[in-house]
């Protein structure tokens, strides 16, 4: 019933939109309340309903990008909201796509240069049919479209690639930062397509693998996992910091996030019992600490002017500044917020599979962590730079803007959602009176045996209690001023944000293929982007070949191909 009502609501909000914008988005939020109330039993619909409710809010001031917008924006919310409550393939498959191709209009209707829009459809296509392949395989095993048990891994395992598409991991990183960088999609559709589309692609993955039944196959699978999340979280945070872009920076911040997600669900995959639960819950946790931040600072992106965050221009709001640092501190992995108790989580799951695997293999948890470790310490740099070139060193003229509000709001539900980090770990908490710490307030990681402990709400504390002693004793900080040093860079009369990044572009500048131009411009080529350009050209040349040697129309060759042809068939259906 209750599903029924949302449907319908958001259906509403689709038509009201047309010919009201605000109403639409008002009953958009009406809707995603409801959401919230049904997450109370699903992580996935809280998380998604958290950040259609803001997403909506923050539209209902930002949105003047035409009739169309939001009519486009709420039918891809609706394919989401679609997905999430499929119970068989075909209504999964449905969702998918009405969630897909709004979303290409929307990139596409607000283009700058064409290409961005079909990367985003050509991979959104490519994740489609591998999951179409899996669902139709899954039937042929099962013999029906509902999801029931899966007895062979290969569905798991197909569906899990189209899945990690969308989600933008290693090596399709060029689907999740191209459209919002290069395509500018407003900055409330970045944060859907960044914060809740890639977070469809994680409820995917869970949920055929929730189906899937154990073996040695998904352990091993686990392990690919692994080693695809953590080239994600590397190559992500790598290029977040020496982004320029202001949304690029922050979609390649998303694919460092996702690559820690799907390493939490490879632990998940290769380890047993206790351990991979908390593996599990760890994930989940990640996905909802990601998916609000992202949003918030998606929001901070749409309250600037200009795209290089050397050049960008900002307007004074204290309450953005401290929404920002929140934000931008969560996402960097710091307690006693949210993203702090997710980096914390995963670092401790693959430190205990290392341990319990305790054999060669233990090898590859341990790479897997320093790697993420380094990561952590990238993605902190590029959050860094991108908070403080948009809420702390440019200041323009003072406003008081509702969009700064949300911001602040979205900065203290991740802040809260850390310090009750808790219910998110039951079973995996307990406390210590001998040290004051009371029952249930302290998260112990645990693989049958306790691990280590964290307790995010003492961490609040203690900071709050340490930052007023020293404000007492030393007062208000001073401020000192030096000569600017520009990492190299032409000394100029501020420190730039590109100078604050060169140091990395000069050390990694063989990976980075670091190039000084003629007129002393630094410059990084995107290997990605140049590895899938070079690829789309090898294929046309391949294509252009065959088409002008084989498939010359010679009627000699044709005959030729029906009797190879035949064979091969003939023999198939011998040895099958």
Known sequence: MLQLLILFLLLVSIIISLLNRKIGYSSLGIASALIIYQGLHCIFFLIAGIVWLLSSAFSIFYDNYGKWFSPLFITSILGMYIVLISNNYIEFLAGWEIMSIPAYAIIGLNKKIDYPAFTFMAFGELSTVLILSAFIYSYSITGNIYFTELSSPLPFIISTFGFIVKMGIFPFLVMEWLPIAHGSAPANSSAILSATMTLMGVYGIVKIASLTERSIVTQDFGFILLGMG????????????????????LAFSTIENNGSILTGIGVYLISNGVLSQFALDVSLVFALAHSIA????????????????????????????????????????????IGGVAAWGLLESLFMLAYVEHSILSVIPI???????????????????????????????????????????????????GSISYIFFRGFTTGVPCLGMLEGLLIVSNYGKAFGGISPLYVLLLLFIISLITFGIFGKPKIRRTEIWNNGEKIEEHYSS?????????????????????????????????????????????????????????????????????????LLAVII
Do not use: C
């Open 230 to 249: 953590g080239f994600s979280i590397f190559f992500g945070a790598l290029y977040a910091y020496v982004s320029e872009h202001v949304k690029g920076l």
């Open 294 to 337: 992202k949003t918030g600072l998606f929001f901070i992106s749409g309250s600037v002017e200009g795209e290089s965050l050397t050049y960008v221009k900002v307007t004074k709001s204290l309450r953005g500044k401290i929404g920002g640092i929140l934000l931008a501190s969560s996402m960097s992995g710091l307690l006693p917020n």
């Open 367 to 417: 790479i897997s962590g320093s790697i993420v470790a380094m990561g952590e310490g990238l993605a902190t740099g590029a959050l860094i730079k991108f908070i403080s070139y948009t809420q702390i060193f440019k200041i323009g003229k003072t406003e008081g803007s509702a969009k700064a509000s949300i911001t602040l709001v979205v900065g203290i539900i991740i802040l809260l959602l």
């Open 498 to 570: 590109f100078a604050l990044a060169n140091n990395i572009r000069m050390m990694l500048a063989k990976l980075l293929r670091t190039k000084i131009l003629e007129n002393e411009v630094v410059f990084s080529a995107d290997i990605f982007w140049e590895a899938m350009y070079s690829l789309a050209k090898a294929y046309k040349r391949f294509s252009r070949i065959l088409s002008t040697s084989y498939m010359n129309s010679s009627l000699s060759y044709y005959i030729f191909y029906m009797i190879l042809a035949f064979i091969i068939i003939t």
